[in-house]
């Protein structure tokens, strides 16, 4: 899976679990839960949506990793390359 195709997933979970989000208004470097506003039961959620996807586990003590867009789709990439 490519960074870009990681990105476009990660997007597509955080707009399913944060509808009121603005796919246009989301930037690479949003922290999901400092500037876009999720709480962490929203980030339970998309982790659990992201599982149910791509079938990636991702442990509580790598939530750091998909804190932002960016970070998310090399994180995804890698897990998915794996």
Known sequence: ???????????EELLRVAPDLEFDEIGE?????????????DVL???AAI???LGV????????EIATP???????????AA
């Open 1 to 11: 899976m490519t960074q870009d195709e990681a990105r476009t997933v990660f997007l």
């Open 29 to 41: 470097d949003d922290h999901i839960q400092d500037d876009l506003e999720l709480d962490s039961m």
């Open 45 to 47: 959620n998309l982790v």
């Open 51 to 53: 599982h149910a996807r």
């Open 57 to 64: 586990d991702i442990p509580e003590k790598e939530y750091v």
């Open 70 to 80: 960016a970070l998310a789709a090399s994180y995804l990439s890698r897990r998915m």
